[in-house]
Structures are given as C-alpha cells and as structure tokens.
C-alpha cells in the first residue's frame, strides 16, 4: 500500500490549493480515503473523508464549505479543493487509507499560508 500527496506550496491567505494523493498497491475503487494535517507542534487533526463509492463525503467543521474532497478511481487518485485558505490552514497534509484492519499514512505535502 503506497499513497502520495502532493499539490502543496505557498499560498496567500484566500487563495487556493488542490492537493492530490496517488494511490497504488491497493484496490482504490473499494477504499475509502482521509485527508488529515498536522501542524506544528499539534496532533494529526482529521479533515475529511470520501467513501468508496464517492457518494459520502465528510468534513472537520474547521474546513466545512472551503474544502471539497473528490476521487477519480481511473486516475488512481484523490483530492482536496482548499478554497478560502486561512494562516490556520498552515499544515502538512497526508491522505489515510485502512486496509486489513491497518492504517496507512502517504508521505505528506506542506501547506503554508502567508502573505
């Protein structure tokens, strides 16, 4: 199981990032992927999540209506929309996946929002 997010850098407070996390070794399309952050010197926190099917999308109120979690199972991936980014939003990224009762974790990608 190998995940990979990826879509970080800087950014203006109000901007914008998409992040991606390529999936593979895994059967994708039955999965379902988390997003989590963690800042520094905090916990990881949970952000969001999708289902399987990409019908059930779940968000931390913290990121409610400025994030958007999607998947595109062709593509192997998913990905976070962040819109309306805050200095708070200042963080590394990992997208989560439990496979036979095991929790995965990507390599992360940071975020850091700054004028």
């Known amino acids: 199981v190998q995940l990979q997010a990826s879509g970080g850098g800087l950014v203006q407070p109000g901007g914008s990032l998409r992040l991606s996390c390529t999936a593979s070794?895994?059967?994708?399309?039955?999965?379902?992927i988390g997003w989590y952050r963690q800042a520094p010197g905090q916990a990881h926190e949970w952000i969001s999540c999708?289902?399987?099917?990409?019908?059930?999308?779940y968000y931390a109120n913290v990121v409610k209506d400025r994030f958007t979690i999607s998947r595109d199972d062709g593509r192997r991936r998913v990905y976070l929309q962040m819109n309306s980014l805050k200095a708070e939003d200042t963080a590394v990224y990992y997208c989560?996946?439990?496979?036979?009762?095991?929790?995965?974790w990507g390599q992360g990608t940071l975020v850091t929002v700054s004028s």
């Open positions: 989560h996946v439990v496979r036979a009762g095991r929790a995965f």
């Open positions: 070794g895994f059967s994708l399309d039955s999965s379902a």
């Open positions: 999708i289902s399987s099917s990409g019908s059930g999308t």
